[in-house]
């Protein structure tokens, strides 16, 4: 994605950690301060972790997301290890308090491919994925997370026609979900380009990427919420609500 | 020249229900005056149930649809647990709009004014900054409606706390919803997308005409020529074969005999008839001969004091009519459907929805323009200040081209709003074939 005027930057901290599924894996990681808004797991496809990813976490930070990221290879993890390493990132957020519901997953690429099987196989705040891969390879059940996938109209690995019926595939899916396609642009739409088109697709996918996160991810409670929370009759859990 | 002083509405009689002569006539001035249009607003819509939405509209959890009820901005939403929720759509802080969408799919939404943020049911999640508060703050919640509650997937609300139930208070008009919905094994839903339109006249035009079968074939005489250029041979004893009823508490309906619904529409395929023939076999079996034979009818039906529901049979229409001002209204229509239909059938549906009932289609526009011309006509109700609603009030039964459907309606209005009691205008019942009953009703009675 492009951008201007760019805030100080944080340098995120590399350490490796095991994760199930995946083995010892380089982790990049973002902390804030205060009260944060919730947590992402960002899943970076190829050598996304070294390249866009700290610009990628800075900007979620701007919106007051903590980030974990963490590189999944180029597609050679079985879904099933995939979801098994998003498990095992959840784990490492929840040592920062943070609860799955306070999660969104978001992936690019093979790691886009990932954040879908998570969707379907966790119940999280939200997930996004900018350009899956083999979107339509396994049966697809989103019984509890949003998922928003968003691809470019000239992606080599998969296209519109199947993005098409995908997204009719997921209209009875349990969980709300959409699909987004950009005309003119390949799978690197997020990176930007001088072209119209390009600008667009990066602009928008990102626009809709944190109102996705903004619209469904459950904000951390501040300490007087809490209270608030403690003090409030259990019995009781909506006293402005409608008689029903 | 001199303009007579307008007399309080207390003391005002609006309603001329003559049984004697009979006559049965409604001042103009109900139309125009600001006093009265204040009056609806606290003693009709403050108080009676109202028609949010239908729950298929809101197929997800999260899924929300934002929209007025009386003049109140709403949120329609299914929360978390996929209980149907209604909020007022304002942030209980300093009264922006929580949600400034018509429709979305969100967990939270936040007041783009200060940043407070709400979960779909109500409650308040976020508040940037909160420690300026102090930690004895009480976190308000969103604000809702008094009342909640359903028939059939029909959402309403009230405003009133002491509100009759629901099932009360649609009192007979829960029959005619029974007809519409019992068209679908799995449940009739309703299309996404919707007709808005407006119109510049009293919102009480809108529901005289909504169930109003005397101006039919002279005001959508464009219609019919349509349709009758397109095959279908109209027969004139099929289409005065109909009945007006009173359902209690204000609601009424002009209805069709058996076999009057679907006229209306362009002719379908042999495959097309077949397959709607087999679809009312099956609805035989389950229900009995006598209801299916009802369900084949058209039916006008409208809930006091603002829904319509128009049911011919090939074309459902749900219509929520909106005042805005005395001489102002805005209009929103759904179309609902039988899911498991097939494709033509389906397309029937929608072409009777986009030609006839659409705002742009052949007989909504003549309704829009009849009206808009009473309500000009309306500035001078001093000279002429009655409008007749007298047809078929010496009738032994009211036909659907009569008025006792609308008689019904405005004898509750000044009930309400002027505190004026109408006893029940006598009419035969009836007959058996406009009073079949659902199979499973009538082995309850037999139970009972």
């Known amino acids: ?244 | 020249m001199t303009q007579t002083p307008t007399a309080p509405t207390e003391a005002f009689r609006f309603i001329d229900d003559d049984r004697e002569s009979p006559r049965f006539r409604v001042n103009r001035r109900a139309m125009v005056d600001p006093e009265v249009f204040d009056r609806e607003r606290d003693r009709i819509f403050g108080q009676v149930w109202l028609y949010v939405g239908h729950e298929t509209e809101l197929s997800k959890p999260h899924d929300f649809k934002t929209r007025d009820v009386a003049g109140r901005p709403v949120i329609f939403a299914r929360d978390k647990a996929g209980a149907i929720q209604v909020w007022i759509n304002s942030c209980p802080h300093r009264g922006a709009m929580i949600c400034r969408e018509p429709a979305g799919n969100a967990r939270f939404m936040t007041c783009f004014y200060h940043g407070w943020s709400f979960n779909t049911s109500g409650k308040l999640v976020s508040v940037p900054g909160d420690t300026s508060y102090g930690p004895g703050f009480q976190r308000p919640g969103l604000a809702s409606p008094a009342r909640l509650d359903s028939y059939r997937g029909f959402v309403f609300i009230s405003f009133n706390p002491d509100v009759e139930d629901l099932v009360d208070y649609l009192a007979e008009a829960k029959e005619f919803l029974d007809l519409v919905c019992d068209q679908s094994e799995v449940g009739m839903q309703v299309l996404e997308g919707t007709h808005e339109y407006s119109v510049k006249a009293n919102w009480k035009l809108l529901v005289e005409n909504s169930y109003d079968g005397y101006h039919a074939v002279s005001t959508h005489q464009r219609y019919f020529e349509m349709v009758t250029a397109s095959g279908v041979e109209l027969d004139a004893a099929t289409l005065g074969d109909s009945i007006g009823v009173d359902l209690g508490n204000g609601h009424g309906a002009s209805v069709g005999g058996p076999g009057t619904g679907g006229v209306f529409g362009r002719p379908l395929s042999q495959a097309g008839e077949a397959e709607k023939e087999e679809r009312f076999e099956g609805f035989r079996t389950k229900y009995g001969g006598a209801w299916v034979d009802r369900m084949t009818g058209a039916r006008n039906l409208v809930i006091f004091p603002n829904l319509v529901v128009i049911d011919l049979v090939m074309g459902v229409v749900i219509r929520k009519i909106d005042p805005i001002r005395p001489d102002y209204m805005e209009v929103t229509a759904w179309e609902m459907v039988p899911p498991e239909e097939g494709e033509e059938l389906k397309k029937q549906r929608l072409d009777n929805f986009l030609t006839f009932w659409g705002p742009g289609g052949l007989a909504s526009p003549d309704d829009v323009e009849a009206l808009e011309t009473c309500q000009r006509s309306f500035a001078a109700h001093r000279e002429l200040e009655w409008s007749d609603v007298s047809r078929g009030m010496s009738s032994p039964v009211a036909l659907g081209s009569d008025e006792l459907q609308m008689r019904t309606w405005w004898r509750r209005w000044d009930q309400l709003v002027n505190d004026r009691e109408h006893p029940v205008e006598p009419h035969e019942p009836p007959s058996a074939r406009f009073r079949g009953e659902r199979a499973e009703l009538q082995e309850q009675t037999t139970a009972g």
């Open chain 1, 1 to 244: 994605m492009e951008r201007e005027a760019p805030l100080p930057r944080i340098e995120p901290r590399h350490f490796v950690a095991e994760l199930e599924g995946a083995g010892p894996v380089e982790v990049a990681e973002v902390r804030l301060t205060g009260i944060p808004r919730g947590a992402v797991a960002l899943l970076c496809g190829g050598d996304g972790l070294a390249t866009q990813a700290p610009e990628v976490m800075n900007a979620l930070a701007e919106h007051g997301y903590e980030t974990l990221a963490v590189d999944l290879g180029s597609g050679s993890l079985a879904r099933a290890d995939a979801v098994a390493a998003v498990r095992s990132l959840l784990a490492l957020l929840g040592e920062r308090g943070w609860g799955a519901e306070q999660v969104g997953v978001v992936g690019y690429g093979a790691g886009g491919t990932a954040a879908f099987a998570a969707a379907g196989a966790l119940s999280l705040g939200a997930a996004i994925s900018l350009s899956p891969r083999d979107v339509l390879a396994e049966p697809v059940a989103l019984t509890s997370t949003p998922w928003l996938g968003m691809f470019g109209e000239h992606d080599e690995h998969t296209t519109p026609e199947s993005v098409v019926e995908l997204g009719r595939r997921l209209a009875d899916a349990p969980c709300f979900s959409r699909v987004v396609i950009y005309p003119g642009v390949g799978a690197d739409y997020f990176r930007g380009a001088a072209d119209a088109l390009g600008h667009a697709a990066a602009f928008d996918s990102w626009q809709r990427l944190v109102e996705w996160l903004n619209a469904r991810v459950s904000p951390r409670l501040s300490p007087y919420a809490e209270l608030w929370e403690l003090r409030r009759d259990p019995s009781d859990p909506s006293p402005e609500g409608s008689v029903r």
